[in-house]
């Protein structure tokens, strides 16, 4: 298939590797050029342009670009799609990108792979990244199914796995499993840096796995925090409103002494969090 | 020297196995006698016995019982005592402890030796569990400072990085890196599980490592977790007051769309987190 890639990212540049590999004409578009000039040289891509024109005839396009320009590049895009191309994004929010693109495409699918790591950029593209890792799609009711059909097994060839499910329930899981996580963890950090020197110098020294573990996603890159919580605003409150009043019975339990109640809360957790766990 | 050890779970255990090594005199008090023979069997100790007599003589005793067995531990060793005989305890939280074994006995220093892994009992003792661990001793300002310095060459002698403080400090310490985040990870995973079942499906499908990070703790073991809020609950309380202040602080830029300000936060976040990672 003839496949255009917009955006010539770490998840861009990789998907380019991967389905290049797998025989697959690989188009990419980048704003600049000497990205377009890497990703040819690399062999990400078999051409490369700044130019929308060059996406003529593919048969899909990937949308690799930040959620707030998915929108505004699949405008600029249509002039030269076929009627039957097939358009889906990476973005990790979907409800306001399909509420946005569905209009414009009706052949557009949200799509959103759960794969990356800290590096970015078209030097960081590597085979594989999605290998094992989630990928869902969120197809409204009225999506064309092959489509869909055609997404899944693209997904399926990348080694990972596809799940379907509505945009709704796509923003509410990832507000729960990967924005909520980043905001209690923001917190903590924001709560240490609080103390008094002497205890803060201390906690310092003292701090190991325990803190570690769960103050990395808050102590991350702040451009993706503020982006997760400015496009999944609504289900990011909606979580953060469960999690206070978790918090706060909690807390309840501990000024009351109630360490029966505090321990079947830590029991059902103890029981729940392997389900959260990859095999 | 000779050095007793009460209690001969992971933390007594491995002490034995190192201060043995070195040359001390290792006298070995359980309340079981099948964790007395392992411990002789595999040379943990040199002598052991669930009789308290055993102790007489020991320049050092180290109480590694459960944090409420301590001081009345302490009140069966003390007609075993010679008058110079100085007392450690390896508990967690250090107020309750020092409040209620410095009266008993004047040579008392609490101890706290960071290192453990997720095992325990005399079969999970190990070698050089200590080595890179911060200990911290906890002082009053009436403490025989010779004591104290006992202590801190034994802890160095382990490999362990030795710190001075109040008990109070060190409790705030603890709670901030320790306890408190035992609490907003407990309450990650309970969030997670008030939600409908479609949603906390695929909420289980796509947990990775951010949620796998952030949920370890508060998905760790329920015994624990109660016993610090529990001997901790004072400066845990606290620490939870001004962890609430700080969560409410970003959820209300959140609901202002104040991304210049969530941004901030989580910029300085970033710049602080890695001063409480060891190198």
């Not at 409150?237 to 978790?246: E, H, K, T, V």
Request: charged share 20%; hydrophobic share 40%; with cysteine.
């Amino acid at each position: 298939m003839k496949i255009a890639i917009v955006g010539l990212g770490l998840i861009g540049g990789s998907l380019g590797i991967d389905l290049r590999s797998q025989g697959h004409e690989i188009i990419g578009i980048s704003r600049q050029a000497n990205t377009c000039q890497i990703a040819l040289e690399t062999g990400v891509v078999d051409r490369a342009s700044m130019d929308f024109e060059i996406v003529k005839n593919a048969e899909i396009v990937v949308i690799c670009t930040p959620i707030e320009s998915i929108a505004p590049t699949l405008t600029k895009l249509i002039p030269y799609l076929t009627p039957e191309a097939i358009v889906t994004d990476v973005g990790s929010v979907k409800q306001p990108v399909v509420a946005a693109c569905y209009p414009l495409w009706s052949n557009f699918v949200g799509g959103h792979p759960m794969a990356g790591n800290t590096k970015s950029g078209i030097n960081a593209a590597q085979a594989d990244l999605f290998k094992g890792a989630a990928y869902v799609f969120t197809p409204t009711p009225e999506t064309n199914a092959i489509a869909v059909e055609i997404l899944r097994e693209l997904a399926l060839s990348l080694g990972a796995i596809p799940y379907l499910c509505t945009p709704a329930i796509h923003d509410r899981a990832v507000s729960l499993i990967s924005h909520l996580p980043v905001i209690i963890s923001a917190s903590l950090i924001a709560t240490c840096l609080t103390t008094e020197p002497d205890t803060l110098d201390l906690a310092q020294k003292l701090a190991s796995s325990g803190f570690r573990d769960t103050s990395r996603v808050g102590g991350g890159n702040p451009e993706l925090g503020v982006m997760m919580a400015k496009y999944n605003q609504t289900e990011l409150l909606n979580s953060l409103s469960i999690y206070r009043d978790r918090l706060d019975s909690i807390i309840d339990s501990i000024e009351r002494k109630d360490w029966h109640n505090l321990e079947q809360i830590l029991q059902t957790n103890q029981a729940a969090r392997p389900k959260f766990l990859k095999d």
